[in-house]
């Protein structure tokens, strides 16, 4: 039969081509079963365009399962270019090698780490069995700045035919090196997506435009803090495809200083004789913009290191323009050969880990110093300006102006052997999982082109990987007399993931969450205990919240140093709590943050992020319930004292004769005015048979209150609104000395008897102040939970930086 020949069926010619065709396509797609079905429907009368139809629905059956059944892998290149930008890249290297069904792993090596100088880290890579896709030679040396362009133009002629032969859906890029802006500009020429890691951040130096350049080449952004988010949004990139997931290596810092051979890993590499945090690590770079200033810095370092004469690791600085000289400057002054010093190309990351974790400092300007650091606590003192413009915790002490060798030896001093609070500022160990979900969400569909977004950046709306606005949030804690008190507090009403809306309130700031209450044990290590058995249960709830917790802030009774977290001395109703340190088991346990402070203080803190005290400059708080206490803010500061027993208000004493106070005084206003006072006068007239009036429902089996002696006198009982009157001219007169002392433009009255003192106290006031504070505002307090609120705003307010 030859294609010229013809077959004519149920009166349609077809040629004999089509025929086969036609048959082979039933053959291929219909079972024995359903030709012996169609064969034996003998009163059907097939055409052969019925039967070509079938074959043809058939087939498109077969593609659509074959496309539900396994869609195509993503294919993901990795490019590395050094030992830093490998600690962040691998954590998503392993996660992606684990996910073989979803993702094929192409890795590229470039850069320092095919150097001997620099310690051939390539290996590590090998050691890590990442097969190595390409490796290309792209150093220039001569560690100046024409060296760094002449290796950025060698790897933009290098990595086109990578590239081309990879053919990658998607290419990862790290950070703010010259080597990932080649990397990058080379992808964005060649059509190939870029999603570019730790984008939006700030350090200071020439990194922060090559970090934002390769951030407008990148089609997808996955930042580490709320911060460089926002930055991103500022520089006009697309909201949808940022992704605020943390930085990667904190997926393994927040476990792996805990593994139980870091004092081997100690010994190893400073010797046997060097114990934990007995020791500091050194690492300083060039920054390329002045160089010769980097040198100097780096020279007084070294000498202050020497004078400090403590065991330091000392690592080689990066292959940035300066570095050759700042190598010459170490081996000039022996640092090789000293006994104290241990000079080192590379260390493995997990080693070098435990190396910081358990430091007594870490010294230079290292993004490591400012970022992975703070996981630990670890002390770390900034030199210069490399880094002065990221986000860092409360364990960085800046020196910018190292001008002198005293200079930098003082901040050692001030810093080495010292602890301070986890902080969890660049991620929470969950960085992995967020990335590899927001891979899957790229639709290699859309069109490859970027789009710029130009919004009016004020209350920016973040996105996380499924799409649900995460509101900055803190946990408090309230440790009162009867109750201990835990609420996740946010700053925003959260994100409705169900209808996509946020909530009709209008108050969307200082909204509390969720609020857990428990009696407060009478032992330390209960207390203690319980704490953080209901901060995890918050921090648990939170996550379904969409709840971002920031950090951690406690509401204590008594005095209170804040800047260590510790309770001095506390009141006689909360037993076991007179110096302690409740910071550091709590941020220990919960790897957050924690502040501290007295409850009154944080009534004012309340008052001065979401009350009556927003945007004054000066005022007083004063809260009324079983005891008196209080804070004053003056130029926007909380005020302290030397120490830390400012704002005792409660002590002020307003009579030499008057009832003994629980402080062991007499004639305090807390004496007078407090709900024990008014408790221990309102038993005396029970007792005494004068406080019962007509109206009251007062039982012999309850014991009498302050609220009894209230009604009492709101009855016409004499005796009673007798009582209130001299509690009410006690606080009247403390309030009074206090406008004299201070001078606030505003008093604010807090707690459960403030409504009942407010008129008492303008009375006061009028008859008793000057005429020039006569006319401060009187107001009471509309927080439902002022303790809580001030504990929150502790850790959605506090400064991160320091400076030296």
């Known amino acids: 039969m030859n294609r010229e020949s013809y077959l004519f069926v149920n009166g349609e010619t077809l040629s004999a081509i089509e025929l086969l065709s036609t048959f082979r396509?039933?053959?291929?797609?219909?079972?024995?079963?359903?030709?012996?079905?169609?064969?034996?429907?003998?009163?059907?009368?097939?055409?052969?365009?019925?039967?070509?139809?079938?074959?043809?629905?058939r087939e498109r059956e077969r593609v659509e399962k074959m496309e539900n059944?396994?869609?195509?892998?993503?294919?993901?290149?990795?490019?590395?270019?050094?030992?830093?930008?490998?600690?962040?890249?691998?954590?998503?290297?392993?996660?992606?090698?684990?996910?073989?069904?979803?993702?094929?792993?192409?890795?590229?090596?470039?850069?320092?780490?095919?150097?001997?100088?620099?310690?051939?880290?390539?290996?590590?890579?090998?050691?890590?069995?990442?097969?190595i896709g390409s490796k290309l030679h792209t150093i220039v040396r001569g560690e100046d700045e024409a060296a760094m362009v002449e290796s950025v133009g060698l790897a933009l002629v290098k990595l086109p035919d990578v590239l081309q032969r990879l053919s990658p859906d998607v290419l990862i890029v790290h950070g703010d090196r010259f080597d990932a802006l080649a990397l990058a500009t080379a992808a964005a020429l060649m059509n190939i997506r870029i999603l570019h890691l730790e984008g939006g951040e700030v350090s200071g130096t020439i990194d922060d435009s090559i970090r934002h350049a390769i951030s407008k080449l990148a089609h997808y952004h996955a930042c580490c803090t709320r911060s460089a988010e926002?930055?991103?949004?500022?520089?006009?990139?697309?909201?949808?495809?940022?992704?605020?997931?943390?930085?990667?290596?904190?997926?393994?810092?927040?476990?792996?200083h805990q593994r139980d051979d870091h004092a081997d890993i100690i010994k190893a590499w400073l010797g046997d004789c060097v114990k934990e945090q007995d020791y500091i690590v050194a690492l300083q770079h060039p920054v390329t913009t002045d160089i010769k200033n980097s040198i100097k810095i780096y020279d007084l370092m070294l000498d202050a290191l020497i004078s400090f004469n403590k065991k330091t690791l000392v690592l080689f600085p990066n292959i940035d323009a300066g570095s050759k000289e700042m190598v010459r400057v170490m081996r000039k002054k022996g640092i090789e050969q000293h006994p104290n010093f241990r000079a080192v190309k590379h260390v493995p990351f997990e080693q070098f880990i435990q190396l910081v974790a358990h430091a007594g400092c870490m010294i230079g300007n290292s993004s490591c110093g400012v970022r992975e650091a703070g996981a630990f606590g670890t002390p770390v003192i900034n030199l210069g300006t490399r880094q002065t413009g990221r986000e860092t915790g409360e364990n960085v002490l800046h020196v910018r102006d190292a001008d002198t060798q005293n200079k930098i030896y003082h901040a050692l001093d001030l810093q080495f052997g010292k602890r301070y609070p986890c902080s969890k500022i660049y991620g929470d160990g969950n960085a992995v999982p967020r990335i590899l979900k927001f891979l899957q969400s790229i639709n290699l569909d859309e069109p490859l082109q970027k789009t710029f977004c130009f919004p009016t950046v004020k209350d920016c709306i973040s996105q996380d990987i499924d799409h649900i606005l995460e509101t900055q949030?803190?946990?408090?804690?309230?440790?009162?007399?009867?109750?201990?008190?835990?609420?996740?507090?946010?700053?925003?009403?959260?994100?409705?993931?169900?209808?996509?809306?946020?909530?009709?309130?209008?108050?969307?700031?200082?909204?509390?969450?969720?609020?857990?209450?428990?009696?407060?044990?009478?032992?330390?290590?209960?207390?203690?205990?319980?704490?953080?058995?209901?901060?995890?249960?918050?921090?648990?709830?939170?996550v379904h919240l969409n709840c971002r917790v920031l950090g951690v802030g406690v509401s204590t009774g008594g005095r209170v140093n804040p800047q260590e977290g510790v309770v001095l001395h506390s009141t006689k109703l909360i037993q076991e709590w007179s110096s302690v340190d409740i910071r550091t088991p709590v941020s220990n346990a919960l790897h957050l943050p924690v502040w501290v402070d007295n409850d009154g203080n944080c009534a004012a803190l309340a008052e001065r992020k979401f009350g009556h005290g927003k945007g004054v400059e000066n005022f007083v708080?004063?809260?009324?319930?079983?005891?008196?206490?209080?804070?004053?803010?003056?130029?926007?500061?909380?005020?302290?004292?030397?120490?830390?027993?400012?704002?005792?208000?409660?002590?002020?004493?307003?009579?030499?004769?008057?009832?003994?106070?629980?402080?062991?005084?007499?004639?305090?206003?807390?004496?007078?005015?407090?709900?024990?006072?008014?408790?221990?006068?309102?038993?005396?007239?029970?007792?005494?048979?004068?406080?019962?009036?007509?109206?009251?429902?007062?039982?012999?089996?309850?014991?009498?209150?302050?609220?009894?002696?209230?009604?009492?006198?709101?009855?016409?009982?004499?005796?009673?609104?007798?009582?209130?009157?001299?509690?009410?001219?006690?606080?009247?007169?403390?309030?009074?000395?206090?406008?004299?002392?201070?001078?606030?433009?505003?008093?604010?009255?807090?707690?459960?008897?403030?409504?009942?003192?407010?008129?008492?106290?303008?009375?006061?006031?009028?008859?008793?102040?000057?005429?020039?504070?006569?006319?401060?505002?009187?107001?009471?307090?509309?927080?439902?939970?002022?303790?809580?609120?001030?504990?929150?705003?502790?850790?959605?307010?506090?400064?991160?930086?320091?400076?030296?």
């Open 25 to 57: 396509c039933l053959v291929k797609h219909f079972t024995i079963d359903q030709f012996r079905d169609w064969n034996s429907d003998v009163d059907r009368t097939w055409t052969v365009q019925e039967l070509y139809y079938l074959s043809m629905q």
């Open 230 to 256: 926002r930055h991103l949004i500022a520089m006009c990139e697309d909201h949808s495809r940022i992704l605020l997931a943390g930085c990667p290596s904190y997926d393994k810092l927040l476990t792996a």
């Open 473 to 542: 949030s803190a946990l408090a804690v309230d440790l009162g007399g009867t109750n201990l008190r835990v609420a996740i507090i946010s700053m925003k009403v959260p994100y409705n993931s169900i209808t996509g809306n946020t909530s009709s309130q209008t108050h969307c700031q200082g909204k509390i969450v969720k609020k857990y209450t428990k009696s407060n044990p009478k032992t330390y290590e209960e207390r203690i205990d319980l704490i953080l058995q209901m901060c995890n249960e918050a921090l648990k709830d939170a």
């Open 621 to 804: 708080t004063i809260i009324t319930g079983t005891g008196i206490g209080g804070g004053v803010v003056q130029h926007n500061e909380l005020i302290h004292g030397s120490t830390f027993c400012a704002a005792e208000l409660g002590h002020i004493m307003v009579s030499l004769d008057g009832p003994e106070c629980m402080c062991g005084s007499r004639g305090c206003i807390e004496a007078y005015a407090s709900g024990i006072a008014l408790q221990r006068e309102a038993k005396r007239l029970n007792d005494e048979e004068l406080l019962f009036t007509e109206g009251m429902t007062l039982k012999k089996e309850d014991p009498v209150s302050a609220i009894d002696l209230i009604n009492a006198a709101r009855l016409g009982n004499s005796k009673a609104d007798a009582v209130l009157r001299t509690a009410g001219m006690a606080l009247g007169v403390g309030i009074t000395n206090i406008l004299h002392m201070v001078n606030p433009s505003m008093v604010i009255l807090s707690g459960v008897l403030a409504s009942f003192y407010e008129h008492p106290v303008r009375q006061v006031i009028s008859q008793r102040a000057l005429t020039s504070a006569k006319d401060i505002q009187v107001l009471t307090s509309d927080l439902e939970e002022p303790a809580l609120l001030g504990a929150a705003s502790m850790v959605l307010d506090y400064a991160t930086r320091r400076t030296f």
């Open 69 to 131: 059944n396994g869609k195509r892998k993503l294919k993901v290149c990795v490019a590395t270019c050094n030992r830093a930008d490998y600690s962040k890249l691998a954590p998503i290297m392993f996660g992606i090698k684990a996910n073989p069904e979803v993702f094929e792993l192409e890795v590229v090596v470039l850069g320092s780490h095919l150097i001997d100088d620099y310690g051939n880290t390539f290996r590590m890579i090998e050691q890590d069995e990442f097969d």
